[in-house]
């Protein structure tokens, strides 16, 4: 029922006009302000989350992407010239983003708000209608989620709660577009139901991403990012360093500023720390303490179970076959595992699924080249963790296993819209188009080579022909001054 009342709204074409999209937009932002402290209260019950750390981590992640899409829609949604041939010098040749129609939203549980709000925006601003499933194991941000009726076209944009159940059902349906944020396993039934009506897909998904510490860096520095980066939201990030790799002359001294890192961060009693959250339920609870199993713990290792509560846990001489190492992590556990080197950490990140991100802590700029050559990742960051999520101009996503598509900023949008090539030209030009018609002749592929085969910018030809001119008459006003003048000397000669 909501997407045909989703795609009948869509039809009527009110979404294509900028101020529509612009409205909907500053809509949206108000229901995040105006609704800050309802999410704050349902992340806490949810996650664990402190109010500070739900605004820092969520809110203005997704303030900034509203408030830069509305600033930058006229240009993302502006026609793109392209180069031209010599056989389309005289035609309009151009790429218009138009809208997909309406798109299925699959949000994750880990950023409940900022996960779901995030594919919204580019939805909106590129002019589709959306409905938007939000997940329900944080069923108390979900309840809130369903309050974005209040603020957006009720006809264009819809909620839809619930669990497997409403998941599969929505997934049985024609969309134009679905983007899923989630894990691997899910991912691949999203592809299989998207596969039947041929809906291209968004998949937003995770792994394990590698964490490499080279021993020539400021591992003091080096461990207090990598443990913020890791700890955040209780371990429950998809780009969060899912085990680290280094060399055993370092590996005391890395635990050691970890556990020191880990104090300074969530002091000595980190459950009862505002900013140390908590796992999203006792499912997950009971898979991550299973994980331990068969590994040295070095820091950690303790939880309680009715509070869904897991300390800040750092496994050292982790065997790469361990059961730690068999799947992602997704909550805060740390792998430690030693390798003899750089060459043996590329051989085993390249020996396993491509990673959401690879980490590189290092001094050396050569060796953080040589590692973004030689491995495959989503994305890299070097000498620090999560921060490449916060800029917008950066694509967002994985490869492989890990993902397909990206978004943030204006990926966002082009990835929700259809880069539709557009070629118009006049009727007046017939001469041109002889050599394409029959019969085939030597000269007429000599010509078409000449003509497909260079490429125009017409910028950049204009300004050659406009100076060619200019420099034509400016030598022809010299010529008539030069013979105006000559002719006046054999006048006076005379």
Request: glycine share 6%; aromatic share 8%; charged share 20%.
């Amino acid at each position: 029922l909501q997407l045909e009342v989703a795609r009948s709204a869509f039809l009527t074409g009110r979404s294509r006009p900028f101020h529509y999209r612009i409205q909907q937009l500053q809509s949206l932002r108000r229901f995040v302000l105006e609704r800050k402290s309802d999410f704050a209260a349902a992340l806490q019950k949810d996650l664990g989350k402190s109010e500070h750390g739900m605004e820092l981590f969520e809110l203005l992640g997704v303030e900034r992407e509203i408030m830069l899409a509305i600033d930058e829609l006229p240009k993302w949604a502006a026609p793109k010239p392209v180069e031209k041939n010599l056989l389309t010098i005289m035609d309009e040749v151009y790429v218009q983003p138009e809208p997909l129609g309406v798109v299925l939203i699959i949000g994750a549980w880990n950023y409940p708000l900022a996960v779901t709000l995030q594919p919204l925006i580019g939805a909106i601003a590129a002019g589709n209608a959306a409905v938007i499933k939000p997940s329900e194991l944080s069923s108390h941000t979900a309840k809130v989620m369903e309050d974005l009726s209040l603020y957006l076209d009720k006809e264009m944009y819809h909620v839809v709660t619930g669990g497997v159940t409403e998941s599969q059902e929505l997934l049985k349906q024609r969309f134009d577009h679905i983007f899923y944020t989630g894990n691997s396993m899910v991912g691949k039934l999203v592809m299989q139901a998207a596969s039947c009506h041929l809906t291209p897909v968004t998949l937003e998904l995770g792994g394990k991403s590698p964490c490499y510490i080279d021993k020539d860096c400021d591992i003091t520095i080096a461990c207090r990012r990598i443990t913020w980066g890791k700890y955040l939201n209780c371990g429950q990030t998809c780009i969060a360093p899912d085990y680290i790799l280094c060399e055993p002359s370092i590996q005391d001294r890395l635990l050691e500023e970890i556990r020191k890192s880990i104090k300074e961060f969530y002091t000595d009693d980190p459950k009862s720390f505002t900013d140390y959250g908590r796992i999203v339920n006792q499912r997950h609870f009971q898979r991550l303490m299973a994980l331990l199993k068969g590994s040295t713990v070095a820091i950690g290792g303790n939880g309680d179970e009715s509070e869904r509560y897991i300390e800040p846990t750092v496994l050292r001489d982790v065997n790469p076959e361990a059961k730690v190492m068999q799947e992602e992590i997704f909550g805060p556990i740390l792998p430690v595992l030693t390798v003899s080197g750089a060459d043996e950490a590329i051989s085993f990140i390249n020996s396993r699924e491509k990673p959401l991100v690879l980490y590189i802590f290092s001094s050396n700029k050569k060796l953080i080249k040589r590692m973004i050559e030689e491995t495959s990742s989503g994305g890299v960051l070097a000498n620090d963790c999560l921060v490449h999520s916060t800029v917008s101009a950066l694509p967002f996503g994985g490869v492989g296993n890990s993902g397909m598509g990206s978004y943030h900023g204006k990926y966002t949008f082009d990835q929700l819209s259809h880069l539709r090539s557009c070629l118009i030209r006049k009727l007046a030009t017939e001469k041109a188009n002889m050599m394409r018609y029959p019969p085939h002749t030597f000269e007429k592929i000599r010509w078409a080579r000449i003509v497909l085969l260079n490429q125009v910018n017409v910028g950049r030809l204009w300004r050659v022909v406009l100076v060619t001119l200019l420099g034509i008459l400016a030598a022809f006003v010299v010529q008539v001054r030069l013979s105006t003048n000559t002719q006046s000397h054999l006048e006076r000669s005379t």
